[in-house]
């Protein structure tokens, strides 16, 4: 059975950092790649980092510079680094490996 469990949400004022995890079982973690996505609220789910098996990046615009998405294999872990938060990245964030998902966790940016 595939589990993702995402955890490091929380409220942040604008302009601080907060760092997210996403602990994954049931499959060889080493071998898939990881992303992350975000909903806000009243808008659809959108994409925003991805990392590859062997650790290539790929951010959305509205992300570059300022988000890191990284992988420990020896912990089946992806984190999500993010810095110089925005109100506009309030939003669930989820992480995703081939079709299954995370249940989310929550972080608000206030301004």
């Known amino acids: 059975q595939v589990q993702l469990v995402e955890s490091g949400g929380g409220l942040v004022q604008a302009g601080g950092s907060l760092r997210l995890s996403c602990a994954v079982s049931?499959?060889?973690?080493?071998?898939?790649?990881l992303s992350w996505y975000r909903q806000a609220p009243g808008k659809q789910r959108e994409w925003v980092a991805t990392?590859?098996?062997?650790?290539?990046?790929n951010y959305a615009d509205s992300v570059k510079g300022r988000f890191t998405i990284s992988r420990d294999n020896g912990k089946n872990t992806v984190y999500l680094q993010m810095n110089s938060l925005k109100p506009d990245d309030t939003a669930v964030y989820y992480c995703?490996?081939?079709?299954?998902w995370g249940q989310g966790t929550l972080v608000t940016v206030s301004s």
């Open positions: 049931g499959i060889i973690f080493s071998m898939n790649a």
């Open positions: 995703r490996t081939n079709t299954f």
């Open positions: 990392i590859a098996r062997f650790g290539s990046t």
